[in-house]
């Protein structure tokens, strides 16, 4: 039997140095920690070859002194911590001491450091963790530590480390986190000589989000600032129609510390059910703070994992804080017109409705695009010529005059107008058309058919008096009588809506494509998606029911035919799909038998309804009651929705508007998806080039 011995000092060293750096990374966050405890105000990062042969870290910090700076390099010396009850209630980043002698035990490490007091600073150099130097040396008050050939002493580890370029995003991405945890410290990346990264460390968080997750990312962040008792989440989330394939961007601390934890996660998207689509994830960067009794931080050698006394408190602070967030948001989403994806920032002309204004930081460094011959001055030729450049041939200016426009009017007013009977025929005849319409008899088609043949004479036919630009003629005998009161366009007003009794001031004005409402409202020009409206209506609608939606039974059974999993999936879960109006019977081979269907549905929509369900099932997304409920829910709104491209009643278009623009949980569809977009005049007027 082997004799139990133990082990060199240094070979223990690198053992527990292979538990606290595992890449340059990890050599950067625990060197960043502790100058942000030593009270830094700003922090330099440069790293050369993806920080494996030059790693230096600087700060503004208080510095050590010259026994200090010795002791620094020892396992566990810490300033941190004194009595054991200090583990209870941590306040610091680093308290174990173990960075410093970690880090110096796999590399080659220069230190250079001062405090206040100190006339002169400290230069140290170490390697394989022995001390080689100790000497007096000027510096600036502060610590800057250079690490270089880092696992020069442990090719084991060395063989494990990636290309240079994924070590230094490895580097960024931990920089660009403490950035985010400590947005009144400026921090400052530098790679292979190159600039990176700079944080204003301003204190505001939108402009450490604005520096290093980008404009448009922060552009659309909603703020969060909630508490829960002694709990306190802040900081901002993404839109539900911001989300993303991954949780990358979902970052949290807890008291200023970055952390991961499922229990943050799973609050986080729990805030986000039914407005987001399946397979999507939100993006976050929050805060939690919590007192320092109530976490401990020391169950990780990494300190990136922490256990809290009670989970569920901190589930509920972090899922109602974003849930009361995104309730209070508007929904509107400004839309993007071409040509301004690099003019100023939105907020800073009042239109950002992310949460506020985006910091001074973030506004600085746009310029305007104009069109380069905006300001071109035109010769006397080419503006006699109609705006034309010079020797191109332009058609004569010609003003039309009173007579001529009034005998204009006349012919338009007097003119056939065509009938929509015709139309509204061939959608019910192709089954395109939501409403009903009472079909016309064969006297009323016939009598359409030769108005629509009379108005395309007409339309060829129809004299148009001679211009002149000489002169105004005089009026023609029988038109010199008054003319007749015009009466009020409709369109030009809103309709009274029955039912809607703090209907928003607005003007509906029509729909486009078959598929968007358009409104005016203000100074802006709203788009509404009729689907996505009506399908989040018939949502909420379903879900104020309660657990049970009400169905309608049919008087000849249908037969669906489903895969043979999808029909036994389904018949697995019967009695759940009984409470969502669906009474379904085997009948062997796959096939099913609907006796009821839910009676927000067309029966034509029960089968697609229902094999929807079975392929949520088979993906194992629907694992818990609660969430099938909300799928099944999801399916019937979306097949009782307005359908895309069909023809709907202009009455039920502007309810709808009215609906849309006076509730306030209507923003999203229940798969994200937004609802409505807008306009502002001053967008359009710099298109048109009315303003610059």
């Not at 130097?133 to 580890?157: K, M, Q």
């Not at 009161?485 to 703090?502: C, R, W």
């Not at 502007?654 to 006076?662: C, F, K, M, T």
């Amino acid at each position: 039997m082997p004799k139990i011995m133990q082990l060199d000092p240094h070979l223990a060293n690198l053992i527990a140095a292979g538990e606290v750096v595992e890449r340059p990374a990890s050599v950067v966050k625990e060197l960043v920690e502790n100058s942000i405890d030593a009270g830094a105000k700003t922090v330099t990062v440069e790293i050369q070859n993806g920080g494996m042969t030059f790693l230096r870290v600087s700060d503004d910090g208080c510095g050590m002194g010259r026994e200090d700076a010795k002791t620094a390099f020892l396992r566990h010396a810490t300033s941190k911590l004194r009595r054991k009850e200090d583990l209870e209630a941590i306040g610091t980043l680093g308290f174990r001491g173990e960075a410093l002698a970690a880090t110096a035990a796999v590399s080659r490490v220069d230190l250079l450091t001062r405090t206040a007091e100190d006339a002169e600073g400290t230069s140290l150099r170490l390697e394989a963790g022995k001390l080689l130097s100790c000497e007096s040396a000027g510096c600036p008050v502060g610590t800057t530590i250079v690490v270089r050939d880092l696992f020069y002493n442990t090719p084991a580890r060395m063989k494990f480390m990636k290309r240079d370029s994924v070590e230094a995003s490895a580097v960024a991405s931990t920089v660009q986190k403490q950035a985010l945890a400590h947005p009144e410290i400026s921090f400052r990346l530098i790679k292979d000589g190159e600039q990176q990264l700079q944080t204003p460390g301003d204190g505001a968080l939108l402009s450490a989000v604005y520096s290093v997750l980008g404009r448009q990312t922060a552009g659309e962040m909603i703020p969060v600032e909630s508490k829960w008792e002694k709990l306190a989440v802040s900081g901002y989330v993404s839109r539900p129609t911001a989300t993303r394939g991954t949780r990358a961007y979902q970052i949290f601390f807890v008291n200023h510390r970055l952390i991961r934890s499922k229990t943050l996660t799973a609050a986080l998207e729990e805030a986000y059910r039914n407005q987001i689509m399946v397979g999507r994830f939100p993006s976050c960067v929050l805060n939690i703070t919590v007192p320092l009794s109530a976490v401990d931080v020391n169950v990780h050698p990494a300190k990136t994992e922490v256990k809290f006394l009670n989970e569920r408190e901190i589930f509920d602070c972090v899922h109602y804080g974003v849930k009361g967030a995104l309730s209070r948001a508007p929904g509107q989403v400004a839309f993007q017109l071409k040509g301004t994806e690099k003019t100023a920032p939105i907020g800073a002309e009042g239109d950002y409705r992310g949460g506020g204004p985006l910091p001074k930081a973030a506004v600085e460094g746009f310029q305007t695009q104009r069109d380069p011959n905006f300001f071109r001055t035109m010769t006397a030729e080419e503006y006699r010529s109609g705006g034309k450049p010079a020797g191109k041939p332009a058609q004569p200016i010609h003003t039309v005059t009173r007579w001529e426009y009034e005998q204009m009017t006349k012919a338009l007013q007097t003119g056939p107008k065509p009938t929509p009977s015709r139309t509204l025929l061939d959608a019910v005849k192709a089954g395109t058309l939501n409403s009903p319409v009472t079909l016309p008899t064969d006297r009323e088609e016939a009598q359409n058919e030769r108005q629509d043949v009379t108005w395309e004479r007409a339309s060829h036919t129809l004299p148009i008096p001679e211009f002149s630009a000489e002169k105004d003629p005089a009026p023609r005998s029988g038109d010199d009588h008054p003319a007749a009161p015009q009466a009020e366009n409709p369109a030009d007003k809103p309709l009274q809506l029955e039912g809607l009794e703090k209907a928003p001031d607005f003007r509906y004005i029509g729909e486009v494509f078959r598929t968007y409402i358009l409104v005016e409202q203000g100074e802006e020009l709203i788009l509404i998606d009729k689907h996505a409206a009506h399908e989040r209506i018939n949502f909420e609608r379903l879900r104020a029911q309660g657990n049970t939606v009400v169905g309608q039974t049919l008087l000849t059974p249908l037969t669906c035919s489903l895969d043979r999993e999808e029909a036994a999936l389904l018949l697995e879960h019967r009695e759940a799909l009984l409470d969502f109006g669906y009474d379904l019977d085997d009948i062997g081979g796959g096939d099913l038998l609907l006796r009821q269907i839910p009676a927000e549905i067309c029966p034509s929509d029960a089968a697609a309804t229902l094999s929807e369900i079975a392929g949520h099932l088979q993906n194992g997304r629907l694992d818990t009651p609660e969430r099938l409920r909300d799928e099944a829910l999801h399916t019937i709104a979306c097949k009782a929705a307005i359908k895309a491209g069909y023809i709907t009643d202009p009455v039920e278009l502007e309810r709808l508007a009215a609906q849309v623009l006076s509730r306030e949980d209507l923003k999203y569809c229940p798969h994200g998806r937004p609802i409505c977009t807008f306009i502002t005049k001053k967008q359009m007027e710099k298109q048109f080039k009315r303003i610059t």
